[in-house]
């Protein structure tokens, strides 16, 4: 004779578990916390300290000078030649675009001077200086 026995439960689950999709929700969301603000500052540079005012939504291109003197053009390593060819491109195809200078605060004044000298000589008027908001370090 045979027995019937349910050693195997064949019940039908009518809901469905959330908990591993609420922990790669948080997981997801601890990641873009933790790499949003390596995307948005590019390069590291260690920007000078000042107060000033944030810039409008407008057509921009980020030129950022590192400590060690190399220039980047929207985080592109470029040579001096090249930068002014650069430059001289952005000005014919978009020639309303604003350069944000992001220079390391250990630079020698010079270096940002010759930056903005090129940027000036192949036609784009307008440069804004990139600073960490706080308190400005006032020289003795």
Do not use: C
Not at 1 to 29: C, Q, V, W, Y
Not at 107 to 124: D, R, S
């Amino acid at each position: 004779m045979a027995r019937k026995t349910e050693l195997l439960s064949n019940k039908i689950i009518g809901e469905i578990n959330l908990t591993p999709l609420m922990d790669l929700t948080f997981i997801l969301l601890i990641t873009f916390i933790i790499t949003f603000p390596l995307l948005e500052s590019g390069l590291p540079v260690s920007l000078p300290k000042a107060e000033g005012t944030p810039i409008e939504d407008q057509q921009t291109v980020t030129v950022t000078v590192n400590a060690e003197g190399n220039w980047f053009v929207d985080k592109r390593g470029v040579s001096r030649d090249e930068f002014a060819a650069e430059i001289r491109y952005l000005r014919q195809h978009r020639p309303e675009v604003v350069v944000l200078l992001r220079g390391d605060e250990g630079l020698p004044y010079g270096e940002l001077i010759a930056v903005m000298q090129a940027i000036k000589e192949n036609g784009i008027q307008k440069i804004s200086l990139v600073t960490q908001t706080g308190e400005s370090r006032r020289g003795s």
